[in-house]
């Protein structure tokens, strides 16, 4: 099984509008959430490939192992990311993809490895937001299964429209893949959390 995680990042400069932060501060927030996706990620050892689809290059470092980086030039949207990720994933052959978005930071390898124990032919797995009203995972299987619709209550949509495709569509509720970040509320529960307390640590440094 040849399995590749795409993650659309949006410059750090311009995500994550709705926090009360200053520019910088922000970007460093930001940092640190992507940087924690990728390696709960890398140390599954399950995904083969992670694709990043983004107009910052500088965002992979040397220690990001089988990334490669797509550019996003006009940064037009989430769904249109996916779907150049998606062009690549699907010329290298590869028999599943799962989207992660960049602001998950609690993201375990164990998550990970729950989500894609999983196979089938044809198979659809949905992790919704914490709010219900996103989709902070994505499993397609085959990878040009399904169009994305990242947008209100996505994560209804790609239920509705997994379903239509395939019987084996599923809503997965994984607690750390639900909790993303999108307000200072989420700061503040992000900051009461106790999995991963060295990295609350460092984004309370950030933000006070």
Known sequence: ????AIIPVKTFS??????RLPASKKEEL?????NEVIK????????????????????????MVNVIHINDKYEIGVNNAISIADKYVLRNGFDASVVFPQDIPLIKPVDVISLLKWQA???????????FDGTNALVRMPTNLMKTHYDEDSYKIHLQIGKRHTNN??????KRIMFDV???????LL????????????IRNIIY
Not at 45 to 61: A, G, Q
């Open 30 to 34: 930001c940092k640190i959430m992507f």
């Open 40 to 63: 709960a990620i890398m140390k599954t050892n399950i995904i083969n490939k992670i694709v990043i689809v983004s107009k910052s290059k500088d965002i992979i470092s040397d220690e």
């Open 14 to 19: 311009n995500a994550k509008s709705r926090l």
């Open 191 to 202: 900051l009461k959390q106790t999995d991963k307390p060295e990295i609350c640590k460092a």
């Open 182 to 188: 999108d307000n200072h509320n989420d700061l503040k």
């Open 1 to 4: 099984m040849k399995i590749a």
């Open 121 to 131: 032919k044809k198979l659809v797995c949905i992790v919704p937001s914490k709010r």
């Open 169 to 174: 569509t599923s809503l997965v509720l994984i």
